[in-house]
């Protein structure tokens, strides 16, 4: 069979301007990096990069909405093992907290997705999705209470960690401690560390990372031995292979729901803030029937904003995708951030239009057994906390840039400047950053 067909690193730099393992390249302004993907996607191939630093392991990136289609449904060829995020979990950190769903394949993948799957039962996902309407409310009361300030750090931005700790069962008193350390495991995920920081970030995430899987550890055996109606409870009852599943299986699900699911969707709420606040007439469009727009702003939110940029995986076995020829071993990386902006499938794929139709967007994968397990719950936070917002707050919007992390994994918020009252300006406000 012909070698794969690739376009040298060289020819990319001098030509699309781009070159992916390069960390100056993630501390650009994300509207050049979003134009670099549109020439990227038009060499026609996918491009090996070298990573000057650290492993130097070569990779593939696949740039088009078909082919990171094509690649995540066919998870027996291009394989989540050993690791989706770069760098790679290391042997020991699996052995000591647990392999994590999103980094396995096959039957392992599918028992456990099977197992978790069914732990979200009819009468729990009803009972979550009622709970998600009254946390919506009270979060925008402490909105208006707390006053205009840093969207990052006002209410709404704990909407998904509430939700996901009263579908979990976590009781109150442990969330603050559980929040504080979801932020320091997840501060640097994809972020180009320097100096002192490379040696202490590591160990001051894994120390969180660990002092949350032991508090996890103990909630679980709070539940085996008296029973609550919550997913805890679910979990530590369910069995994987006729095994209950070990106190590292829970405690590598448990870190993947808060810290995945806590992230993502805080990053989408801001982004849909910053996209609502710089185009006036789709706010006015959806403000004018929530019910019939919300579904469809949810979605184009995601897609124009694409919380997870990218996510790794290996080719277990020779095949052809797109006309090109990957072989075994080879590290490929599905960049859903180019995807999501692929013209020959999105019309003008740089607007945001909340009437797009279809939108197959791959904001929460490109299908296949690795399909984002919560987007469902996600989409029902976002609808409901934007109806609360814009029904009950005048004018909120951002105030300010939203502020940016050059991260090459997640499209991550670190602050944005939001207000709200009758004092706004004429005239619509302009956003670039997010665009």
């Known amino acids: 069979m012909n070698a794969p067909t690739q376009v040298p690193t060289d020819r990319v730099r001098g030509t699309a301007g781009a070159d992916l393992a390069d960390p100056a390249f993630w501390r650009l302004p994300r509207s050049e990096r979003l134009s670099a993907f549109a020439r990227l996607r038009e060499l026609g191939a996918p491009v090996r990069f070298t ?41 020991w950190a699996k052995a000591v907290f647990g392999n994590s769903m999103v980094n396995m394949d096959g039957a392992e993948h599918a028992g456990l997705r099977r197992t978790i799957s069914r732990a979200f039962t009819p009468r729990l ?22 006053g205009p300030g840093d969207f990052m750090r006002s209410a709404p931005a704990r909407m998904p960690f509430e939700v996901i700790c009263d579908l979990m069962g976590i009781p109150a008193r442990h969330r603050a401690g559980i929040a504080a350390r979801i932020d320091h495991a997840s501060e640097y995920v994809g972020v180009q560390r320097r100096g002192r920081a490379r040696l202490r970030v590591p160990g001051r995430g894994l120390r969180s990372l660990a002092r949350m899987q032991l508090e996890m550890a103990g909630i679980a055996r709070e539940r085996r031995r008296v029973p609550a109606d919550d997913m805890i409870s679910a979990l530590v009852r369910a069995d994987v292979g006729g095994q209950a599943l070990s106190a590292r299986q829970l405690g590598a699900f448990f870190s993947l729901l808060l810290v995945a699911g806590v992230e993502t969707t805080r990053n989408a709420i801001a982004h849909g803030m910053v996209l609502l606040s710089a185009h006036p007439e789709q706010r006015a ?7 019939r727009y919300a579904d469809g702003a949810v979605d184009e939110i995601v897609r124009h904003s694409t919380p997870i940029i990218q996510f790794r995986r290996t080719v277990a076995a020779e095949c052809t995708v797109g006309g090109h020829t990957f072989l075994p071993g ?10 999501n902006r692929d013209a020959s499938v999105f019309e003008d794929p740089d607007a945001f239009d909340i009437t797009r139709s279809p939108n197959p967007h791959l904001g929460y994968g490109g299908g296949g057994p690795h399909h984002c397990l919560g987007a469902h719950l996600a989409k029902l936070e976002m609808k409901a906390l934007f109806r609360e917002m814009l029904t009950r707050l005048d004018g909120v919007r951002t105030s300010g840039e939203p502020g940016l992390v050059d991260s090459n994994f997640d499209n991550r918020v670190g602050f944005l400047p939001f207000t709200f009252g009758k004092d706004h300006p004429n005239g619509p406000l302009r956003i670039s950053a997010c665009r």
Not at 56 to 84: E, M, W, Y
Not at 125 to 146: P, S, Y
Not at 285 to 291: C, H, P, Q, T, Y
Not at 330 to 339: G, M, N, P, T
């Open 51 to 91: 990573p000057r630093t650290g492993s130097r392991t070569p990779f593939l990136a696949l740039v088009t909405h078909a082919d990171v289609k094509a690649a995540s449904r066919q998870p027996q060829v291009f394989a989540s093992a050993p690791g989706v995020t770069v760098p790679e979990p290391a042997l």
């Open 330 to 339: 080879e590290k490929v990386v599905l960049l859903y951030a180019s995807a």
């Open 125 to 146: 996902l009803a009972a979550a999705e009622e709970n998600i309407g009254a946390v919506a409310r009270r979060l925008v009361d402490e909105m208006i209470a707390e």
């Open 285 to 291: 469009l959806l403000e004018s029937d929530f019910e």
